[in-house]
């Protein structure tokens, strides 16, 4: 491969992997045309492809909002409810065991709130800590969590609103437009076959974002090998 096409194609991959932990942003709106109040904290990685699914996640499941089991916290806190697990498409190597139900916080729109009961979603689960809390199981937003009615990636609820994902707005980069319309079995397939990126595979017990960190400083490496290839 010349020079020039190694170099766009190692930055095309940075391009993508970094799309959304920086803050991409796919178009897509809450109700009333709000934007989804994102947390720029978490996660502090990206969840865009199917590489960064199973090199920074731990589980990739069918899941669902038990009716009933949401709680909102006093003042200003956030919600939570409890999350089931119906089907579990992909673990990856060294992962910890996944329980069959767990309690999580669910993300807040401006109106309304995103993951609720009555819906299915397909999602990946990590066991992490945030904000120097302790680590428990979570579902990773912001590109991890996609609608899954009538098991139909892409139909569902989704930052406040139901129906269809609009396949125009969806990132070039994501899953969520490359398996738009998908069953879930076609990205268990697609999993299954997609290698980790090396640095992640190497440190299976750092958290994600650690994982992540040692992936973004290889790619990092690697742009300045190829550019300084060029100018030699």
């Known amino acids: ?23 991409g942003d796919n178009g897509y709106q809450g ?8 947390d720029a904290a978490y996660p502090d990685y990206s969840a865009e492809d199917a590489q ?5 996640g731990d589980h990739v499941t069918v899941f669902h909002v038990r009716e009933g089991s949401e709680k909102q916290a006093r ?14 498409l992909y673990s990856r190597d060294g992962a910890k065991k996944l329980p069959d139900s767990f309690r999580a916080e669910l993300w807040q729109v401006p ?37 899954y ?4 990636i892409g139909t569902g609820e989704i930052e406040g609103k139901e129906g269809e994902m609009p396949y125009e707005d969806l990132s070039p980069f994501g899953l969520s437009k490359q398996m738009h319309g998908e069953h879930a079995l076609t990205l268990q397939s697609l999993l299954r076959k997609t290698e980790p990126y090396a640095e992640a595979a190497k440190h299976p017990n750092l958290s994600p974002g650690e994982r992540y960190e040692r ?18």
């Open 1 to 23: 491969m010349a020079a020039g096409a190694a170099l766009a194609a190692v930055v095309a991959g940075v391009a993508g992997s970094w799309y959304l932990a920086d803050g």
């Open 31 to 38: 109700c009333r045309g709000a934007d989804a109040a994102y």
């Open 52 to 56: 960064d699914w199973v090199s920074f």
């Open 75 to 88: 003042g200003n806190g956030g919600r939570s409810a409890e999350i089931v697990v119906d089907k579990v």
């Open 111 to 147: 109106c309304v709130p995103w993951v609720k009961a009555g819906h299915t979603y397909l999602g990946l689960l990590v066991f992490d800590s945030v904000a120097g809390e302790p680590s428990a199981w979570r579902p990773v937003y912001s590109g991890g969590v996609l609608p």
């Open 149 to 152: 009615d009538n098991e139909s």
């Open 215 to 232: 992936v973004r400083k290889g790619q990092d490496r690697e742009v300045r090998a190829v550019v300084a290839g060029r100018m030699g």
